[in-house]
Nanobody, 121 residues
């Protein structure tokens, strides 16, 4: 199996910063895209940022210029640096990865359990 474990969530004041981490482990041959999604109360899960295996990134418009996604390929870990946060960033943040488990197999999409980010004074 593949496990994605997020960490770094918590309570942060408006204008503050937070860094999320997500480490993938288990039977992994190759990881393709990795990304962060979030779901606020009463809203659907939405893309925050994504990074390809080649390092190309894309961001949702509300976080452009404030959040940065990065990746440590050796550690199978993806990060989300969140700066200048505001109340609308309050949500559960989920990590996602497209993982090929075996050299002969196809890839599958895996999710972490989520980490709560609350922006409040």
């Amino acid at each position: 199996q593949v496990q994605l474990v997020e960490s770094g969530g918590g309570l942060v004041q408006p204008g503050g910063s937070l860094r999320l981490s997500c480490a993938a482990s288990g039977t992994i041959f190759r990881i393709y895209g990795m990304g962060w999604y979030r779901q606020a109360p009463t809203k659907q899960r939405e893309l925050v940022a994504r990074i390809t295996s080649g390092g190309n990134t894309n961001y949702a418009d509300p976080v452009k210029g404030r959040f940065t996604i990065s990746r440590d390929y050796a550690k199978n870990t993806v990060y989300l640096q969140m700066n200048s946060v505001n109340s609308e960033d309050t949500a559960i943040y989920y990590c996602n990865a497209d993982v090929q488990r075996y050299a002969w197999g196809s890839s599958g999409s895996y999710w972490g359990q989520g980490t709560q980010v609350t922006v409040s004074s």
